[in-house]
């Protein structure tokens, strides 16, 4: 799979907040403030291995824009992420948060490290020297973390600890995405799954399919796509293929979820499942199908494969799965692409009941984050399509003129200090 270096990702989000801008007519003060970070703050973390060497690894916060609310985004820990990369992270979470009308701006950070050649010690140390050195740019009010690639639920433990031992009080509200058992939210783990599933269901509705009888494929079955397979199938949807790293399987009459997931628990994988035909893990991207959901990773359809694609709606559960050339094929064959800024967004929304439930001392039940998930999620659904109907443009740059546009909203409410 084509990668796209971290220059180029970040030229390519600073083109689209460019043609937003110019859609909308911001002046060039605001497009400016728009396309570059606040804050970039680089930190280099001394860290004894197992082996009792000591390493120094590189990492970073970059603050985009707090207009709307407090920063918000994850921290990924990849050998290859570099400074650009998390710069276009930063400004797309920006996006993303006005996208879902939830106030926050947008951040990402980032450490050069590869999380599976680690130990748990060093991962622990490693985060652990990461917040202690960025301990007075994250907060609660100020900068709110959360998992990307590379980490997870316990990385964010260890992130409330060490920022409460630094604090002298406790502030599960630093971070979101954490266990629920030291504050978590009911409903995070399948938030963005769910919410998938819920733009899906849009999208059908908005193109007249019978979401009852609907065919859907989906690649990447982790966190995202197991629990978008399961929302689907509850809402009566068909999951005709599904793929994984290793492969893929096929059943037109639908394949059996919840003991295919079981299968994939126990094996680690899709392959190998009693029912359905096997297929190659990207050919289930050419099943024919009424969705298809690229879950895994970015860049998956792209200009070489883009004609193959047989779906008749394209909901991007991964970031940046269908790339700009592979968007024009798809736009010019029909096909309805949910970019990622929305059809993703359930995550960042579940993380911002979380932040809400700490700060109130609050627990809410599962029914109830779902519930409000999809009432947020169907409502923007609206409100991005409606910009894409105002302006003549496919549903990508009608989302990201929604968010644009909310965020220089905020910036001229606010005015300049001093
Ligand atoms: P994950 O690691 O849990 O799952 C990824 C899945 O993709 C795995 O099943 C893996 O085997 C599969 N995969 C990898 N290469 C593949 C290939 N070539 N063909 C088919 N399958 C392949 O990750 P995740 O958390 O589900 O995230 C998936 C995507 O969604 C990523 O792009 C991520 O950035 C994006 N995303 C995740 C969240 C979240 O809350 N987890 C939120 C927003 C966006």
């Known amino acids: 799979m084509y990668q796209m270096s971290g220059k180029d990702f970040y030229r390519d989000t600073l083109g689209r907040i460019e043609r937003s801008a110019e859609r909308l007519g911001l002046e060039e003060g605001i497009r400016e403030i728009l396309k570059y970070p606040r804050r970039v703050v680089e930190v280099y973390l001394p860290v004894r291995m197992d082996d009792g060497s000591l390493k120094v690894f590189w990492g970073c916060r970059v603050q985009h824009n707090s207009a709307r609310g407090p920063y918000k985004g994850g921290i990924r820990y990849h050998e290859s992420t570099d400074l650009e990369e998390v710069k276009a992270l930063a400004a797309l979470m920006t996006f993303k948060s ?12 980032g450490v050069a490290c590869n999380p599976k050649a680690l130990s748990r010690g060093e991962l622990e140390r490693i985060t652990r020297r990461y917040t202690a050195a960025l301990a007075n740019d994250i907060g609660p009010y ?3 973390p959360a998992p990307d690639v590379g980490t997870n639920p316990q990385t964010m433990a260890w992130i409330v600890d060490t920022y409460s031992q630094l604090k002298g009080r406790k502030v599960p509200e630093v971070v979101t995405g954490k266990p629920v058992s030291i504050g978590g939210s009911q409903g995070r783990e399948e938030a963005t799954g769910r919410g998938v599933a819920i733009c899906a269901e849009e999208a059908m509705r908005h193109m007249g399919l019978d979401v009852q009888s609907a065919s859907i494929a989906i690649q990447g079955f982790g966190n995202v796509g197991t629990y978008a397979a399961l ?4 809402r009566g949807c068909r999951i005709i293929a599904v793929s994984d790293s290793r492969g893929g399987k096929y059943d037109p009459r639908g394949l059996p979820i919840g003991a295919l997931l079981e299968h994939k628990r126990r094996t680690g994988s899709v392959v190998g499942f009693k029912d359905g035909s096997d297929i190659g893990s990207d050919q289930v991207l050419e099943v024919e199908c009424d969705v298809l959901i690229p879950a895994a990773l970015q860049n998956a359809i792209t200009g070489g494969n883009a004609n193959g694609v047989r779906a008749k709606i394209v909901v991007e559960g991964a970031n940046g799965p269908t790339s700009p050339e592979a968007d024009e094929v798809l736009r010019r064959k ?3 692409v949910v970019p990622d800024i929305l059809a993703n967004s359930g995550g960042v929304i579940v993380s911002y ?20 998930l999809e009432r947020r999620l169907t409502c923007q659904f609206k409100k991005v399509l409606e910009t894409s109907d105002e302006f003549g443009v496919p ?24």
């Open 142 to 144: 100020t900068d709110i």
């Open 231 to 234: 929302a689907l199938a509850e």
């Open 334 to 336: 029909g096909v309805m």
């Open 98 to 109: 006005a996208v879902a009308d939830i106030p926050f701006g947008g951040a990402k950070g």
């Open 353 to 372: 009941f979380e932040w809400t439930q700490n700060l109130r001392r609050e627990y809410w039940e599962l029914e109830e984050v779902r519930e409000k």
């Open 395 to 418: 549903l990508r740059d009608g989302a990201f003129i929604l968010g644009v546009k909310r965020v220089a909203e905020a910036l001229e409410t606010l005015g300049l200090f001093p």
